[in-house]
């Protein structure tokens, strides 16, 4: 059974730093993209950051230059540094994984919470 556990998150303050983790387990086949997402209330869950199995990179325009997506296959886990945190990168994120097989993983979600 595919499992993703994100961790990382927390209470920072503006302009503070913090680097989530999403650790992968069981076997995933064929993996095609890996990706943060966001879920802030009264919001759509929104793409934050993605890495395809090229290792090319995607981002959001809110969060360019401010965050970096990156992953170690060896340890089956995806990171996303966050630096100069802003309150409007408040929310939940949510770690994905979508497969050449249609196949999409979720994580079970992550507080992040930045105070002004």
């Known amino acids: 059974q595919v499992q993703l556990v994100e961790s990382g998150g927390g209470l920072v303050q503006a302009g503070g730093s913090l680097r989530l983790s999403c650790a992968a387990s069981?076997?995933?086949?064929?993996?095609?993209?890996m990706g943060w997402y966001r879920q802030a209330p009264g919001k759509q869950r929104e793409l934050v950051a993605g890495?395809?199995?090229?290792?090319?990179?995607n981002y959001a325009e809110s969060v360019k230059g401010r965050f970096t997506i990156s992953r170690d296959n060896t340890k089956r886990t995806l990171y996303l540094q966050m630096n100069s945190l802003k309150p409007e990168d408040t929310a939940v994120y949510y770690c994905?994984?979508?497969?050449?097989?249609?196949?999409?993983?979720w994580g079970q979600g992550t507080q992040v919470t930045v105070s002004s």
């Open positions: 994905n994984v979508d497969t050449a097989y249609s196949r999409a993983y």
């Open positions: 069981g076997n995933i086949v064929s993996i095609a993209f």
């Open positions: 890495i395809a199995s090229g290792g090319r990179t």
